[in-house]
């Protein structure tokens, strides 16, 4: 019982103590209300890039690749993609390969879309019937491309939800009839909002049907033919998505006769989860060691003002031992006044880098969070910090020498 008094007396002296130096007290728990606020704020802004990579990368589907021409040799030089991607390889893949439910060539184009005064420049897209179901996009007014626009290779268009407000910020979309490039085009549908995927806002895109691309906008390649932008292929389940990437490539080297690198590349949902993962995961570390840096310094800032407080409170302690404190309170009220100083500056900084994460969230399109075990890491880093960084002040003060300190009354 008397151990647990002593203890309690211990924490009301040292608290008593730092409330008599408000001033200095604030001061040195200002550098661990920084360090902490940077680790909860940073982790999550780097929480939040790798939480929006992968809602992005979700809504492409979990059973979808991608073919799309040139190899990640050609990716690193930042050259020009071939163009050998055609669509008789589109059609291969459809009828060929057994574990493909659906297969959707597609042209893109950036052109200049107008309606009256308004114009923008777009995404421009040709496709089939098979993009709506394989990409997961929806209608939202009108209707989608058909097989007999395909088949007839009429100029119409479906707009995305973005690129309808800019022509039609007040008139009816459908029906109205829109230039891209010298062709008359008329609107027939209106899709539902999509969101961006790496930068690229879906909801800006514009859909025409993939012969009419053809034949009005880009043209044949005098090589290849109809060239590709890429192919969208949807596998029959999750399940077969690695069968169906290894027999479309396998398909595609017999096509292209390929003996050595692939002049084309199939991707997947998880490839490319893993890569953003890699990448998210790496950026997040490094900002929680900036993060840790800071707190670091706070120590540091601890450790030196409390060695501070020792020299000044020098006839206090002599006076104490005096009177029969013994080494280890001594050691106990300091190590409990810069414990209390950390662990204060410790919730201070969580509560402000919480402010920072939800003003994040609020204000930016990243949806920063940070996991509750993560929180209580970095809160008792920061605690531990402290007890850490005043061992020294406090063994110093300590091992003072009661006569020697008693000679500066």
Known sequence: ????????????????????????????????????????TLVGVGRGAQNLAENQLSNLGANVLFVVPGNNDTRRRGAAFPRNLVLEDSDAI???????????????????????????????????????????????????????????????????????????????????????????????????????VFGNNQDENAYVPLTTMVNRLTGRDPTFGVSLSFISVEAKDEQNTRAAKFQITNLLRQRHKINRDDDFAVRSQKDALTIV?????????????????????????????????????????????????????????????????????????????????????????LPASISLNTIITTVTLSGSIGLIFGVLPAKRAANLDPIIALRRL
């Open 1 to 40: 019982m008397s151990k647990q008094l002593a203890i309690t007396e211990t924490v009301i002296m040292a608290v008593a103590t730092l409330k008599s130096n408000k001033l200095r007290s604030l001061l040195t728990m200002l550098g661990i209300v920084i360090g902490n606020a940077s680790v909860i």
């Open 277 to 365: 993962s890699n990448i998210t995961g790496g950026l997040t570390l490094m900002l929680a060691a900036i993060g840790g840096v800071s707190l670091l310094v706070g120590g540091i800032g601890i450790m030196n003002i409390m060695l501070v407080s020792v020299s000044e409170r020098t006839e206090e302690i002599g006076l104490r031992k005096a009177l029969g404190a013994r080494s280890s309170d001594v050691l106990k009220q300091f190590l409990i006044e810069s414990s209390i100083l950390a662990c204060l500056g410790g919730i201070v900084g969580t509560s402000v880098g919480l402010g920072a994460i939800a003003s994040v969230s609020l204000l930016t399109p």
């Open 94 to 196: 459809a009828s060929q390969v057994p574990t493909v439910k659906r297969v959707a060539p597609q042209i893109t184009s950036n052109e200049v879309v107008q309606f009256g005064s308004r114009s923008s420049t777009s995404s421009i897209s040709g496709i089939t019937p098979n993009f709506l179901p394989v990409r997961s996009f929806d209608i939202a007014n009108g209707r989608f491309i058909s097989m007999e626009d395909l088949n007839s290779a009429r100029n119409v268009i479906v707009l995305g939800p973005d690129l309808k407000e800019k022509l039609f910020p007040y008139n009816q979309a459908i029906g109205s009839n829109i230039r891209v490039k010298d062709q008359s085009f008329k609107v027939i549908g209106v899709m539902e909002p999509k969101g961006a």
